[in-house]
């Protein structure tokens, strides 16, 4: 057999080797993550539900999903392990405290309302709108109910 035979049986177990390096990579950050875990963390479930951690078991994990209301997952139910400040901010609603002063308006109209204002003179403030709709249409429409001596909408049905 000469190396051009192999070459594809050589990249295909070299590629399948670097695909499970990778998922066992993962799986490992994710029982680390699982690992340290701590009363009083809050965590995120694969389901998606936000709860704050209990208790602690071995295969298990005791979950406070309201005040007052447990409940037992397993620990490979855990999707994350999130920070005091992420959490209170997703459950609680709580705002992330920005170094900035910078404000944000909701529209751009206070933006352009002080650009405006500085350009503007009182000759801009009487100027006539423009009329944007076109009077050949509405003369072709009246004339056409002239035509057949009926107006929008009326039929020779009786």
Do not use: C, W
Request: no cysteine; hydrophobic share 40%.
């Amino acid at each position: 057999m000469s190396i051009v035979t192999l070459l594809p049986f050589i990249v295909l177990i070299g590629a399948m080797f670097l695909m499970t390096r990778s998922a066992k990579k993962k799986q490992q950050a994710a029982a680390q993550m699982r690992n340290d875990m701590q009363p009083g963390t809050g965590v995120r479930t694969i389901g998606g539900m936000y709860a704050t951690v209990k208790e602690i078991g071995d295969e298990t994990v005791l979950l406070e999903v309201a005040p007052g209301v447990h409940a037992v997952y397993a620990k490979n139910a855990i999707g994350a392990v999130l920070d005091d400040a992420e959490y209170n901010r997703i459950v609680h609603g709580d705002e992330e405290e920005s170094d900035s002063d910078t404000v944000v308006p909701d529209d751009a109209s206070s933006l352009t309302e002080a650009a405006e204002g500085t350009e503007k003179d009182a000759t801009a403030d009487e100027a006539p709108k423009a009329d944007l709709t076109k009077k050949s249409d509405a003369a072709e429409d009246a004339t056409e109910g002239q035509k057949d001596g009926k107006a929008d909408g009326e039929t020779d049905a009786k």
